[in-house]
């Protein structure tokens, strides 16, 4: 992850960050909704399946979508973001 967006290291966010940057609490982070926009990479993984679901901002939140659309409504670069 670190070289694919060119830093040195990455760690994990800490709950007050994830909630600052996304407005959401971890455990249900949409991809999108966001107060600002998020660089965002969608691992190639996923593409390997018709339907994915992604969290709905709300950890007892999900929704249907697929890759294409994930890219598509996150803005996001495809990448092989690996482990």
């Known amino acids: 992850m670190a070289e694919l967006i060119g830093v040195s290291a990455v760690g994990r966010a800490d709950a007050r960050s994830v909630r600052e940057w996304t407005g959401q609490a971890i455990g249900g982070v949409a991809p999108v909704g966001h107060?600002?926009?998020?660089?965002?990479?969608v691992d190639t993984w996923l593409d390997k399946y018709d339907e994915i679901w992604?969290?709905?901002g709300h950890p007892h939140t999900v929704f249907p979508t697929s890759y294409a659309?994930?890219?598509?409504?996150?803005?996001?670069?495809?990448?092989?973001?690996?482990?």
């Open 54 to 56: 992604a969290a709905g």
């Open 69 to 83: 659309e994930l890219i598509r409504i996150t803005d996001g670069t495809p990448a092989d973001v690996g482990e």
């Open 35 to 41: 107060p600002s926009p998020i660089r965002t990479l």
